[in-house]
C-alpha cells in the first residue's frame, strides 16, 4: 500500500464531532504511515493532533469575509506544496475553498472527498458537500436527508461510514477513582448528593439547554432531587447565551442545581458519575456520539426521536427515546429511567476502528481508480 498524503479541512479545533472526527482520521492515517496534515485556524485541539503525528497548517478558512478569496490563493499555494493525494473537506466553506483551489493546481489534481457531517440546509451554498468524488454521510439519517434535498446529485458517489467510539475508552461499568470523585466534590458542590442529569454539548441553542433546565425544574417540583451539568456550554463568545439559561434556571428557581461547564477531556469520568444523560438538540443530529459513548459506559440516555439520535437510541436504548417537543413525555421518562434503567445493550456496533478503516479504504481505492 503506497503511503499517502491526506490533507483535512475544518473551518478550527476547539471542540466538537467534527473536530473529533478529524483527529480520529489524523490518528489512524499516521498509525498506518500515511503524512496526516490538518488545515484549519487553529484551536485548543492542536497540541493533540501534532503530539499524535500529524502536521497543522494555521488558515482562516472557515472565517466568512470578503478576504475568502486571498485565504483560497493562500490555501492553493499551501496545497501545491504538499501535494497531497486526497484533499477531504468537512465543512461548507472550507470545501468552496478547496473546490476553488483544486480547479487551479495542474494536473494530475488530489481527488476530492467530502464529509456531510450534519442536516445543512438544502441550498447552493450547501450543495458543495455533494461535490466530492465520495461524499461521506455519517449516518443513515445523514444519507436519507441528502438523497431527499439533492437527488440530482450523483447517488454512486455518497457512502455511509457511521461515527464510532473505542470501546476501550469508555469501557462497561466504568467508575473513577477517588481522586477524581474528590476533585469533582470540590469543584462542583452544587451537582453533590442528587440524582445528576449531563447534558454534554456545545453552547449553542440548537442543542436543547433550555430544554434540559425546564425538565431539571419538572423534575424538582416533583420532589426528585436532581442535578444538572451542561457540559461544554461554557465557550468562548457564548457569553449572551449562558447569561440567558442562567436567567432562566433563576426564574424557574433551579440556579443552585445547575452547573454550566467549559469543555473537558474526561467525559468518561462524567458519564460514569451521572444517572441520567440528556441529548435535547432541537436540530436533527447528524449521528448522536454521545449517544453511544454514554451506552458503552452503561449509563442510560434520553432524548428526542429524531435524526441520528433517534436513529440510534431506537437501535439501542428504545427506552430513551421521546416525541420531539413533549415536555410532559421527556419528564415522565425521565422519572421512569431514574427509578429503574432499563438493560443496556449487550453490545456496541458503532466502533471507532470500524469508522478509521473504513475510511481509510475509501482514501485508498479512490487514489487507485
Not at 472565517?63 to 485565504?71: I, P, W
Not at 454514554?294 to 440510534?312: C, F, K, Q, T
Amino acid at each position: 500500500m503506497r503511503r499517502l498524503t491526506v490533507v483535512q479541512l475544518l473551518p478550527s479545533l476547539h471542540s466538537g464531532g467534527v473536530e473529533r472526527s478529524t483527529l480520529e482520521i489524523a490518528a489512524a492515517l499516521v498509525a498506518a504511515g500515511h503524512r496526516s496534515v490538518v488545515i484549519s485556524a487553529g484551536g485548543r485541539l492542536v497540541p493533540a493532533l501534532v503530539e499524535g503525528g500529524s502536521e497543522h497548517i494555521t488558515l482562516p478558512i472557515g472565517r466568512k469575509s470578503l478576504a475568502a478569496f486571498a485565504v483560497m490563493r493562500r490555501l492553493r499555494a499551501a496545497l501545491a506544496v504538499l501535494r497531497p493525494d486526497i484533499v477531504h473537506a468537512r465543512s461548507r466553506l472550507p470545501a468552496w475553498l478547496a473546490w476553488f483551489a483544486l480547479r487551479g493546481l495542474p494536473a494530475p489534481r488530489p481527488r476530492f472527498v467530502t464529509t456531510v457531517h450534519g442536516m445543512n440546509s438544502p441550498c447552493l451554498y450547501s450543495g458543495v458537500m455533494l461535490r466530492g468524488e465520495r461524499v461521506v454521510c455519517v449516518s443513515d439519517t445523514v444519507r436519507r436527508y441528502v438523497d431527499r434535498h439533492w437527488p440530482e446529485a450523483d447517488h454512486g458517489r455518497r457512502v455511509v461510514i457511521p461515527r464510532g467510539i473505542d470501546p476501550r475508552a469508555f469501557p462497561r461499568g466504568f467508575a473513577p477513582d477517588a481522586d477524581w470523585r474528590a476533585r469533582f466534590a470540590a469543584d462542583w458542590p452544587a451537582l453533590q448528593g442528587g440524582r445528576l442529569l449531563l447534558m454534554p454539548g456545545r453552547g449553542t441553542r440548537l442543542k436543547g439547554h433550555a430544554e434540559a433546565i425546564e425538565l431539571l425544574a419538572t423534575l424538582r417540583a416533583a420532589g426528585e432531587d436532581a442535578r444538572l451539568w451542561l457540559l461544554g456550554a461554557d465557550e468562548p463568545g457564548r457569553e449572551a447565551y449562558l447569561a440567558e439559561l442562567r436567567a432562566l434556571a433563576g426564574r424557574r428557581g433551579v440556579a443552585a442545581a445547575l452547573v454550566i461547564s467549559a469543555p473537558r477531556s474526561d467525559i468518561r469520568e462524567a458519564y460514569a458519575v451521572s444517572d441520567l444523560v440528556l441529548q435535547l438538540s432541537g436540530k436533527p443530529e447528524a449521528f448522536g456520539r454521545t449517544v453511544v459513548e454514554a451506552l458503552a459506559i452503561g449509563r442510560p440516555v434520553l432524548g428526542w426521536d429524531h435524526g441520528g439520535v433517534g436513529e440510534l437510541l431506537g437501535a439501542l436504548y428504545p427506552a430513551g427515546r421521546v416525541p420531539l417537543g413533549d415536555a410532559d413525555a421527556l419528564a415522565a421518562a425521565a422519572r421512569r429511567l431514574l427509578a429503574a434503567p432499563a438493560p443496556m445493550p449487550v453490545t456496541i456496533p458503532h466502533t471507532l476502528a470500524a469508522m478509521q478503516s473504513a475510511t481509510l479504504e475509501l482514501y485508498d481505492r479512490l487514489v487507485a481508480d
